[in-house]
């Protein structure tokens, strides 16, 4: 059975910062690559950052290049996004995504509020 189950959102106050971890289980992890996206209340889900496979290729959405960092721990089945320098734009529901050509696994999401 396929899991992958976010972790790490909260509330945090602009200009700081929060880890989302995103645990994967039921397929081979290290064989696909993953995204994180995030959805804010109206909105359609955006694309945040993408991770290639061995980890030594990214890519971030425009909005957040400098303050995110993706990275992958393949030994542990899991995926990361720290967040820095958090703005209240970034507020939103965040979901973790592997995808191999046309296959996709999502998880449930996990809610980031940026409030003061």
């Known amino acids: 059975q396929v899991q992958l189950v976010e972790s790490g959102g909260g509330l945090v106050q602009p200009g700081g910062s929060l880890r989302l971890s995103c645990g994967a289980s039921?397929?081979?992890?290290?064989?696909?690559?993953m995204r994180w996206y995030r959805q804010a209340p109206g909105k359609e889900r955006e694309l945040v950052a993408t991770?290639?496979?061995?980890?030594?290729?990214?890519d971030y959405a425009d909005s957040v290049k400098g303050r995110f960092t993706i990275s992958r721990d393949n030994a542990k089945n899991t995926l990361y996004l720290q967040m820095n320098s958090l703005k209240p734009e970034d507020t939103a529901i965040y979901y973790c995504?592997?995808?191999?050509?046309?296959?996709?696994?999502w998880g449930q999401g996990t809610q980031v509020t940026v409030s003061s």
């Open positions: 995504n592997a995808f191999l050509y046309s296959i996709n696994y």
């Open positions: 039921g397929f081979s992890f290290s064989s696909y690559a």
């Open positions: 991770i290639y496979r061995t980890g030594r290729t990214t």
